[in-house]
């Protein structure tokens, strides 16, 4: 069990950097085809930030631990939207933008419901990932034309680094990705059968806690910087893309069967978003009695979940 531990540890920890050497060489190259910043921060970034739960999930799900897979997409969004916003607003009340509470949380919180719909018969077949891989293009779209009309500020001027060193950077991320999703996988599926826990439970958990990490860190520093706008942002986009794309993708390349997910599970993913929605409409700005709650709220139901 020490040595899974450990592992899993190890996992983590490679998958990261891999995420974290991928986004570097992505974006490097970006700058050379002269991508403008607003596309590269939306589109390669952004998915960088979801390669650790996109490759724990695929990884899960072609090894047969669909269950892991699902339970990472639903346990990371709701490790986002209540311990990682709690943490932050604890730190600095967060201001709201208005377009945020109009139409960024609504998008998130009809990408959870559109997951319940396509899980209520126990499966996500080819043609749910198909339709969530829709909304995910039509998601980049309404993103990209808004922040193409409401973005006045100066492009950030930076050099970015040689062609040679961005693909080694990019070959370097992807190993790093296959390599610490394996890892990690096998040794939290190891640690489930120990524990004599299920591996639903384990990617709500130990998974998806482990590769929300990045969100926690970015989320954590931008609010006590005062960039809330950040903050939130990579919490909202983070949900999404979860949904749209990492099952949407890993459910195009394997169908997957859900039987450990329970609908306490699938209720505290909508409270969480509903929540987040609710308390951005009081002054659009969550308080720190309000990130309080929704840290109490996540202890309360990781303790359910581990008892």
């Known amino acids: 069990m020490i040595l899974n531990i450990f592992l899993i540890v190890v996992g983590i920890a490679v998958v990261l950097w891999g995420a974290d050497r991928l986004t570097d060489g992505a974006v490097a190259l970006a700058e050379r085809m002269k991508l403008p910043q607003l596309v590269i921060g939306l589109t390669i970034v952004a998915l960088g930030t979801s390669m650790p739960e996109f490759f724990v999930s695929l990884t899960s799900a072609l090894k047969g631990t669909t269950n892991m897979a699902v339970g990472n997409v639903i346990g990371s969004n709701i490790f986002n939207a209540m311990l990682i916003v709690g943490c932050a607003a604890v730190v600095m009340p967060m201001t709201i933008l208005k377009s945020t509470v109009r ?30 891989t829709a909304a995910l293009l039509v998601f980049f779209y309404v993103t990209l034309k808004g922040a193409e009309e409401d973005d006045k500020s100066e492009e950030e001027k930076r050099t970015p680094y040689p062609v040679w060193k961005a693909l080694l950077y990019v070959s370097l991320g992807l190993f790093g990705l296959i390599v610490g999703s394996n890892v990690f996988v096998e040794n939290a599926s190891a640690l489930a059968a120990l524990l004599g826990m299920s591996d639903a439970v384990i990617g709500l958990t130990v998974v998806a806690g482990g590769t929300s990490m990045p969100e926690l860190a970015t989320s954590i520093v931008a609010a006590r910087k005062g960039n809330s706008g950040i903050a939130i942002g990579n919490v909202l986009g983070s949900n999404v893309l979860n949904i749209l794309f990492i099952l949407g993708v890993t459910g195009l390349i394997s169908p997957m069967a859900i039987s450990g997910i329970t609908w306490i599970d699938f209720s505290m993913l909508g409270i969480s978003m509903l929540l987040l929605w609710l308390f951005s409409f009081t002054r659009y700005k969550i308080e720190r009695w309000e990130g309080v709650v929704l840290i109490a709220l996540f202890v309360a139901y990781m303790a359910s979940l581990i008892v």
Do not use: Q, T, V
């Open 103 to 132: 139409k960024d949380i609504p998008f998130s919180i009809f990408a959870s419901l559109l997951l319940l719909l396509m899980c209520l018969d126990g499966n996500i077949s080819r043609i749910d990932a198909l339709l969530l």
